[in-house]
């Protein structure tokens, strides 16, 4: 299993924006499939976006298309997620996790073996 690591959460006034990244730490992410999931206080984790091992394949769930974009850097061995125009409803821990998946269907949390240990978005005034 991969080791991921999330970086760039924070504290966001609603409509700003935000920058996530993942990066494996001792492996490169490069053959695998990256998933972005964030779990709300009270919720279910809930899966928001993929990214195919190539880049080729991109897929975001209706509750963040239109705002959020994924991208990988397979030089760099980082996907990020960047995301604009935030609501509080977007509060919650983001996971990114990784493994040889398609992205269509967005892929369930069940399908993802390697996690990273999550970054905390908060959206609040």
């Known amino acids: 299993q991969l080791q991921l690591v999330e970086s760039g959460g924070g504290l966001v006034q609603p409509g700003g924006s935000l920058r996530l990244s993942c990066a494996a730490s001792?492996?490169?992410?490069?053959?695998?499939?990256i998933g972005w999931f964030r779990q709300a206080p009270g919720k279910e984790r809930e899966g928001i976006s993929c990214i195919s091992n190539t880049g080729s394949s991109r897929n975001l769930a209706n509750s963040v298309k239109g705002r959020f974009t994924i991208s990988r850097d397979n030089a760099n061995s980082t996907v990020t997620l960047q995301m604009n125009s935030l609501q509080p409803e977007d509060t919650g821990v983001y996971y990114c996790?990784?493994?040889?998946?398609?992205?269509?269907?967005?892929?369930?949390?069940?399908?993802?073996?390697?996690w990273g240990q999550g970054t905390q978005v908060t959206v609040a005034s």
């Open positions: 996790a990784a493994d040889r998946v398609p992205c269509w269907p967005l892929p369930g949390e069940t399908k993802f073996r390697s």
């Open positions: 001792r492996f490169t992410l490069d053959g695998y499939a």
